[in-house]
């Protein structure tokens, strides 16, 4: 009997049932598909866009920091106690130097986003608007250029790039929509998925997913049904909201319009500003089973409602089938108190994000709190799964007169988490601390695992003198590691250098990097191939570097099963043939290795592989022994090599699920048209996509949908889906989905000889409302600021997502015995020759659909920005009387469609569009304008238990301020993000009850003036 992972189905069914009782679960909470898959064409012959820098900050990470509660929650004295440790092994074995280091881009903005991954035979790296692919001797093959160049006409940047070695495909995704409009419908991100191997010679599928409000620090990991996506997304409300998503990897693969997307909530999550979770990432050449994936972050307890430090997990239950079946539970739950993890400290600075010194003066940089590094990479071996990860954390243990943190040095608690079997608990099997050397900082940490258990961490390092270093040293990359046999919890290989700065950021504030990258050379499994920003006084300031390095010495004798490859899923009758890929992961050539395989934990089967197998050679072998397929509904097959002194047997095996499928089972897979939300017509199509999930080809398949429980319309698709396949289907019948209503289809086939009819019918629901465009109005201003017609006047208008609702505010009051009104329209953005226009609508037949015949203002030029521009309007002498919708938009054209803003609905990249309600009269009324909100200094109120609560209302302050407080010495101990509220008030509420006794500040933005600072005691 092989001594390997074998699967019991009942017992883990016994084992989740037990663990999930008493977590909370949640179904996913947001369903959708692909709105667009774009082909774009090979590189290679291509006139490449040049790539233009980047202005301003794209991805600001503007939101707040994590609420912290000054002087709770470190660790005892501020001694991280792990340190002691990772010293006494720091160091015990000699490092060697990268075996290639070469520079993939350079910029002179700061952060460059730094991401790359290696594939067989090309390394692609990617910075904020830029990507650039080599070879792997590190020589250009594609010069950096325009994200636009796979992405066409999209620019806004902060890539990620992976290599799914499973697929043998390299994938890039950046932001999409905008940044500054948080809650804009329009944001989202963009993925390209090559269309073969060859990154530069193949072409690339191209899709966009909305998801609504921004997808801020995304970061995107592989699994089995899908590809993974965290983002620090809806803050304050991530326990309900969407911050979690799964794209369909499978159809995107296929290069398949319908690929679809579900998002889910975290529930039970503790943290209250920016955070940055981590979904594991699949690494190696065998996949995990389908489900049953993991998020995870940290949890400090220096945070406001976190008791204790602990690592939290949530397990992810995707169902492509019936996807609003789809789950999310907590998992587990590692903490200090159990004894499963040690305490730490992450809070730099009280959550601000200006905390690492630089030498010779520079401003702080960005230790990346709140942050589980990029990526968290999982690997499969025989007896268990692992995955490492690993996160900053402040090890300076001064503090000064108040008490305050001091945090200047940080260091990297990194983690490695063991799983004894799929499904079963994941736990802590080692966890270390590591620092740099003679003082310095060590962050910004990326690690994986290779083929034999040795785990590689590359990171960024930077010291001064004042700060405790031997020397004063700029922000350089470098990289450790530790051997599988070394004692748990340390890392023993010396620290060796990949690139050594030699000046400051000049150019990003206080941030720094965003991302690292370390990825593992699918060649050989044990090559690490790293990208990280550094800093060079000539030239362009801000380098992304690649090292390339190893940990562990060769290995001799070690083969290994890298995958099942057949059978697949089908309809099986009889004998089946199961065939393997065997791989010699050693430096000696190998012949007559003894392989076996089992099903479902039965006997033994066992032949000889004669070879010979050279080092590195994959090689395909048959095993003669058929296996009976025919009786059953799941087969677990597992094989493996047994080679006779093997030095690593824990990576000999591999795993593979085959369905016996049902001969004859077809069902609906999705709704595609109408989508969820939107504006429907009279003969709406509907379009379906039917699914074979048997094992025979099926034609001729009946199709039905009904609205609202009324009478089915019934229909044949005609063509053929082969097993496993599907098909788009448009039925002939258009539904009247006119109305403004909420519409509930029932959506099915009836095949007659269906064996499974539990898939064959879905419910949708889809609302018909008014559309409601988002635009960008922050970045260059564009979209109206101030508005004035006839009683009304809105002036300021803030900028939110780009549109604004104000039907419940504001009635103009318009009679049509007045001939002509004046209208007053001021934009953030005004062009002489024309570019800003402005638009008005009257929906006089109330039918909320915009018409030509009710535009009464078309394309008006605003010439000047921050300037009154007067139009003038005409109410016509037969105008229905009483109240209608009135909608003004104004935009720039030529960035929105080249020509005119004469379509109400049309989505603007840059611009605004306001409703308001317009009630015609016989005869001329003005009513009083409201009065101004009135402004206020900031007030700092005392509650009991040292609870204080900030406030301050500034209708002219910008929509976000940060609030810091600080010691009498200056020094920071708790920085957030504060949001402006509709009555113009920003207001914190402050917890210091851990702090100690003394005086303290508070401050809203940056301005230093008597009305944005308050004092107060703690007692």
């Known amino acids: 009997m092989l001594l390997k992972k074998i699967v019991c189905v009942a017992f883990l069914f016994v084992v989740a049932i037990g663990f999930s009782q008493k977590k909370e679960t949640a179904n996913a909470t947001f369903f959708g598909q692909a709105t667009s898959m774009i082909e774009v064409g090979p590189l290679s012959g291509k006139k490449l866009i040049p790539e233009t820098p980047r202005k301003g900050e794209v991805n600001p990470k503007r939101m707040g920091a994590n609420k912290i509660v000054p002087g709770k929650g470190r660790p005892i004295n501020g001694e991280d106690p792990l340190l002691f440790k990772q010293k006494s092994m720091q160091g015990t074995r000699v490092g060697k130097a990268p075996s290639l280091t070469f520079e993939a881009t350079s910029t002179n903005s700061a952060p460059s986003d730094p991401t790359g991954a290696i594939g067989p035979n090309h390394y692609v790296s990617a910075r904020n608007s830029s990507f650039a692919i080599h070879d792997r001797s590190g020589n250009v093959l594609v010069p950096s250029t325009s994200l636009a160049s796979i992405f066409p006409g999209e620019t806004l940047g902060d890539p990620i790039v992976f290599y799914d070695s499973f697929a043998d495909r390299f994938v890039i995704t950046q932001f999409d929509g905008d940044p500054f409009n948080p809650e804009d419908p329009q944001n989202g991100f963009l993925v390209a998925v090559g269309q073969g191997p060859d990154p530069v010679n193949d072409g690339w599928f191209t899709y966009r997913f909305f998801t609504g409000t921004f997808p801020d620090y995304t970061k995107f990991s592989i699994w089995s049904d899908g590809y993974y996506i965290t983002a620090n997304k809806d803050q304050g409300n991530q326990s309900n909201s969407e911050v979690v998503y799964v794209i369909e990897r499978d159809l995107m693969l296929q290069g398949r319009e319908d690929a679809r997307i579900v998002g889910f909530p975290l529930p039970g999550v503790r943290d209250f500003g920016f955070y940055s979770p981590a979904s594991f990432n699949a690494i190696g050449s065998e996949l995990p089973p389908e489900g049953d994936a993991r998020v995870i972050y940290f949890q400090d307890d220096a945070w406001t409602g976190v008791a204790e430090d602990e690592l939290k997990l949530w397990e992810i239950n995707v169902d492509w089938n019936n996807i609003e079946q789809s789950t999310i539970a907590e998992a587990e739950e590692l903490t200090v108190s159990s004894g499963a993890i040690s305490a730490f400290d992450t809070t730099f600075d009280g959550g601000d994000f200006g905390n690492l010194p630089q030498p010779t003066g520079g401003s702080d940089i960005d230790a990346l709190q709140g942050t589980v590094m990029y990526a968290t990479n999982y690997r499969r071996f025989c007896d268990y799964n692992s995955v490492v990860l690993n996160f900053a954390i402040d090890i300076d243990s001064r503090q000064d007169t108040s008490g305050a943190d001091i945090d200047n040095v940080a260091g990297i608690r990194w983690y490695e988490l063991r799983q004894n079997g799929d499904g079963q608990p994941w736990t802590v099997f080692q966890e270390g601390t590591y620092t740099s050397p003679d003082g310095k900082s060590a962050w910004c940490g990326s690690m994986a695992m290779d083929i034999f258990g040795n785990i590689g961490m590359a990171y960024t390092t930077m010291g001064t003198v004042e700060d405790g270093a031997t020397a004063n040293s700029f922000a350089s990359i470098r990289y450790t590691g530790r051997l599988a046999t070394d004692p748990p919890g340390t890392m023993t290989i010396t620290e060796q250098d990949i690139a050594i700065g030699t000046d400051i950021q000049r150019n990003g504030g206080n941030r720094y990097g965003d991302y690292a990258h370390l990825s593992v050379d699918p060649a050989d499994d044990r090559t690490f191939w790293h990208i990280a920003e550094y800093f060079q006084a000539t030239g362009n300031n801000a380098r992304d570097v690649v090292g390339v390095f190893t940990v562990g010495d060769d290995v001799a004798n070690d083969v290994g099963v890298v995958r099942v490859d057949s059978p697949n899923d089908a309809t099986f009758t009889g ?367 005392t509650q009991p238990d040292n609870q204080f609560l900030i406030t301050k209302v500034d209708s002219n302050a910008p929509e976000e301020l940060r609030v810091y407080i600080f010691s009498i010495t200056g020094q920071i101990v708790a920085s957030n993000l504060v949001k402006r509220d509709a009555s113009n008030r920003f207001e914190y509420t402050l917890d210091m009850s851990f702090a100690r006794s003394g005086v303290y500040f508070a401050r809203f933005g940056e301005s230093k003036s008597s009305g944005d600072v308050a004092g107060f005691v703690v007692r």
């Open 575 to 941: 004998l089946t043939t199961i065939t393997i890929s065997i791989k010699n992961f050693g430096t000696t050539a190998q012949s007559d290795i003894p392989v076996v395989y089992s099903v479902n934990g039965g006997a033994d089967q066992t032949e000889l592989f004669a070879g010979p197998l050279a080092p590195g050679e994959t090689a395909s072998f048959s095993f003669a022994t058929q296996a009976d397929f025919s009786t059953g509904d799941e087969f677990f097959i597992n094989a493996e090599t047994n080679l006779a002194g093997d030095s690593f047997p824990d990576n000999d095996c591999a795993t593979k699920s085959v369905e016996n499928l049902l001969a004859n089972d077809v069902g609906i897979f999705e709704l595609v048209s109408p989508t969820t939300t939107g504006q429907f017509t009279a003969t709406q199509e509907i379009t379906i996509i039917i699914n074979n999930f048997g094992g025979t080809p099926q034609s001729n398949i009946p199709v039905f949908y009904t609205i609202n429980g009324g009478t089915p319309v019934n229909e044949v698709f005609t063509g053929t889906i082969e097993s496993l396949g599907s098909a788009e289907y448009t039925f002939t019948t258009t539904a009247d989905l006119q109305a403004f209503d909420t519409y509930t289809f029932e959506i099915g086939t009836a095949l007659t000889t269906d064996q499974q009819t539990a898939n064959d019918v879905i419910n949708r629901t889809i609302v018909n409302q008014l559309c409601a465009p988002t635009a960008n109005c922050s970045q260059f201003g564009d979209g109206i600021t101030s508005f004035v017609l006839s009683n009304v006047t809105n002036s300021p208008i803030a900028c939110n997502t780009g549109y604004e609702d104000f039907t419940a505010d504001f009635t103009i009051q318009l009679s049509r015995s007045v001939s002509t009104y004046t209208v007053s329209v001021q934009s953030g953005f005004g062009d002489p020759d024309g570019a800003e226009r402005c638009s008005i609508w009257i929906d006089f037949n109330d039918n909320n659909i915009f018409e030509d015949s009710e535009l009464i203002l078309s394309n008006g030029f605003i010439t000047a920005a921050n300037t009154n521009i007067d139009f003038d309007i005409a109410i016509a002498e037969d105008a229905p009387l009483g109240r209608h919708l009135f909608r003004i938009r104004a935009g720039d054209v030529n960035v929105n469609n080249g020509a005119e803003l004469n379509d109400a609905c049309e989505s603007m990249q840059f611009g605004s569009t306001h409703d308001y309600i317009a009630e015609i009269t016989e005869e001329d009324v003005v009513e009083p304008n409201p009065e101004p909100i009135a402004n206020t200094d900031l007030i700092v109120v």
